[in-house]
């Protein structure tokens, strides 16, 4: 399913299946959908025997003849026609379909080619691959699957490619599957790249489901909005006589629109000011000019297609008269570039004697400082939040270290050094060997730590589960069989048993040697999992204990997952440095849920973040705040939860660390939000 797609998968789902599975992972709503991919269409044509025949009926066309091309194209279209799907292949799009329609209890599906490649911003090609709506029956699916891939034959696609000297074996289509959404409203949303007063976002509507490719006698709304101030610059209202609709038996066809309704918008100035909204917001992720096609729902917009497009509609603006001077303390929009923040919004008293440079992010605010925000926004000032990297592996702080990141948090022990371990932990303790378990993780501790100087690493302490330590060598001899291993001796308890503690610090012993002996002065602990205050000042003595002080770039921090510590949060938040959140085991103790049965992940728990996450969240990083201590979260899927990341930078949060492959990602969509919340600000104050 689409849900799975990413952006390096379009050789395989073509580029506007590509978008749609970034759409989902960016969070916007998309029907159900499945693709059959190129590699099905090439298994296709060698299966049945048509490659060749398809290159001979090309060769030597006459691009410049309409007639050739017209004659040319129906030979390659009755190739198709006569060649039947596999039979593998076949029940593997009946089975998928089936899927969509057990899913949404609906049987119509639309099929839409998805082309390999975009050009340049050029509809020509795109527009002349046909979809096909109001699909219901098995064997009309596979008939229109086949309609799709010989339309990268039709005469305007073949003229298309002889005039830019594509190859016709350049493009191979992929076939998008999709659930036909029973629209109030569509339409298109064309979104430019540089949403200037200059470069309007361009939206068209009509009533029920729009067939552009078809429906020349229903002409949309068109509206144009400033993408700024997300105003109204000129609406356009076209009478509506019909509409693609379901009729009293439940099936697709057109129908008439109520007469009081012929006349009327066919959407709301904010439904416009919406659609423009999202328009660039997925041209802010994806880096260029989009077209989308939209439908509205009961006031849910859904996403059908979304395809390159750089030439949007450039209206010129009237005469104005001469901007007057602007007071000392207002601030245009357009002064605010991409990534910076205006200096002098930023209180004096936050800024921090030295500010580091980070690679490729010399353009960031001295970390540490504020923005002063309104009330309305959030209790306290907004932070330019610092990107932080999980690292697990020493493979991966080489590429890692180059990235635009602050440094690294939850550097975690039992990734770090599993493949280097014979047996359990405390098994090295009991064999005389603890120098020899601290020595290989001091080297891959100095290892990263050097990396990344003078950035910081929050190395957070080992928190294997019960079940998991079983599975050492000799681990049954040192672990209990627990029945909840997810709440069960883990984290601080296990750091303080008398039993189980000579692994611990042993790990304390070798922050120590990486900081004392190897010059790794950047280097912090976290520790997981902490119940109570009383643990925690166990845990600082024992650590004293070992050789390790607290000080600049010796930081103590803790995991905040469990309810008793976010409870206690400011209590906590005075006794340490800094308090990180770890979203998936918060999540999972908040709800009372565990990840691990299947039974509750096919409910969706899952699925979105409660209302009641946030509250536990913003309880941790409001304790933060008051006490003048970091706060940081982790185990966010980023992509999935733009809005949840808005939150967290209205609240506050100071760190936000994520995988290496999504620290691009994350830039970007927190300096959207941070912008974003600055342009709020500075439009209230204007």
């Keep these: 399913m689409v849900d799975t797609v990413r952006s390096e998968d379009a050789p395989l789902v073509g580029r506007k299946g590509a978008h749609l599975g970034e759409m989902v992972r960016y969070g916007f709503t998309v029907p159900k959908t499945f693709i059959v991919t190129t590699s099905a269409y090439t298994q296709f044509i060698s299966d049945v025997g048509i490659r060749e025949q398809i290159s001979d009926s090309l060769r030597g066309l006459d691009a410049a003849s309409w007639e050739d ?8 279209q009755r190739l198709f026609d006569q060649s039947k799907i596999p039979w593998d292949m076949e029940i593997d799009i009946i089975n998928s379909y089936k899927k969509i329609v057990k899913d949404t209890g609906d049987d119509y599906v639309v099929v839409r080619p998805s082309p390999q490649l975009d050009w340049d911003g050029s509809e020509d090609f795109p527009s002349n691959q046909r979809y096909f709506l109001n699909i219901r029956r098995e064997s009309e699916l596979l008939k229109r699957i086949k309609d799709s891939w010989a339309s990268v034959y039709s005469p305007s696609a073949l003229r298309f490619r002889r005039e830019r000297d594509i190859p016709d074996d350049a493009l191979v289509p992929a076939v998008i599957i999709q659930q036909m959404i029973p629209s109030d409203a569509s339409g298109t949303v064309r979104c430019p790249q540089n949403t200037t007063s200059q470069s309007r976002v361009e939206i068209e509507a009509v009533l029920g489901i729009w067939d552009s490719s078809s429906d020349d006698d229903i002409i ?5 909005v400033e993408p700024m101030n997300l105003s109204i610059v000129e609406t356009r209202v076209s009478s509506q006589p019909v509409k693609w609709g379901r009729n009293q038996d439940g099936n697709f066809e057109r129908i008439p629109v109520d007469s009081e309704l012929q006349n009327l ?8 000011g919406q659609l423009a909204q999202m ?3 997925m041209v802010e992720r994806v880096g260029h000019g989009l077209a989308i096609e939209w439908a509205l729902v009961d006031d849910r917009v859904y996403i059908l297609e979304v395809r390159r497009e750089d030439r949007v509609p450039v209206e010129p603006e009237p005469p104005r008269e001469p901007a007057a001077e602007p007071e000392e303390d207002v601030y245009s929009v357009s002064d605010v570039p991409a990534g910076m923040i205006p200096e002098d919004i930023i209180s004096e008293s936050k800024k921090p004697a030295d500010v580091r440079v980070v690679p490729e992010r010399s353009d960031r605010v001295p970390v540490g400082a504020r923005i002063d925000v309104p009330a309305r926004l959030q209790s306290g000032p907004a932070p330019v939040t610092r990107i932080m990297v999980n690292i697990s592996e020493i493979s991966e702080a080489t590429s890692a270290c180059a990235m635009p990141v602050d440094g690294v948090l939850e550097l975690k022990e039992e990734l770090l050094i599993l493949n280097d371990m014979d047996y359990h932990p405390s098994a090295y303790a009991e064999k005389g060997e603890s120098d020899r378990y601290e020595s290989i993780l001091t080297e891959k501790l100095t290892s990263i730590c050097q990396a990344f100087s003078p950035r910081p690493v929050i190395y957070r302490t080992a928190d294997f589960l019960t079940n ?3 599975e050492f060598q000799e681990g049954e001899r040192f672990e209990d069989v627990e029945i909840n291993p997810f709440m069960g001796l883990r984290g601080a308890a296990r750091y303080l048993s008398p039993n189980l503690g000579d692994a611990f610090r042993m790990e304390i012993r070798s922050v120590v040697r990486s900081r004392r002996d190897n010059g790794c002065g950047n280097l912090s602990i976290l520790l997981p999992f902490v119940r109570t205050l009383e643990e925690l000042d166990g845990l600082e003595t024992l650590m004293a204990r070992e050789g ?13 997952e469990v309810p008793a510590t976010v409870l206690q949060a400011r209590a906590f938040a005075e006794r340490v440095d800094g308090m990180c959140v770890d979203i998936n085991d918060m999540l999972q103790l908040v709800l009372g849920a565990n990840m691990e049965v299947p039974a509750l992940v096919e409910a969706g728990y899952f699925e979105e973040l409660p209302e009641s996450l946030k509250v536990a969240v913003g309880l941790v990083i409001d304790a933060c705040r008051e006490s003048g201590k970091k706060v940081a979260v982790t185990g966010l899927n980023v992509p999935k939860h733009p809005n949840f990341v808005r939150f967290l930078v209205e609240k506050g949060v100071d760190m936000l660390s994520v995988s290496p492959d999504d620290v691009d990602y994350t830039l970007r969509e927190v300096e959207r939000q941070e912008r974003r919340l600055l342009i709020d600000h500075l439009r209230d104050r204007s």
């Design 69 to 76: 091309l017209t004659a040319r194209s129906d030979t390659v």
């Design 220 to 224: 949309p709304d068109r509206f144009l």
């Design 265 to 272: 918008p066919k959407i709301t100035d904010n439904m416009a």
């Design 279 to 281: 328009g660039a917001d």
């Design 468 to 470: 998991e330590y079983r």
């Design 548 to 560: 390790w002080k607290r000080g600049p770039g010796s930081e103590l921090w803790i995991s905040a």
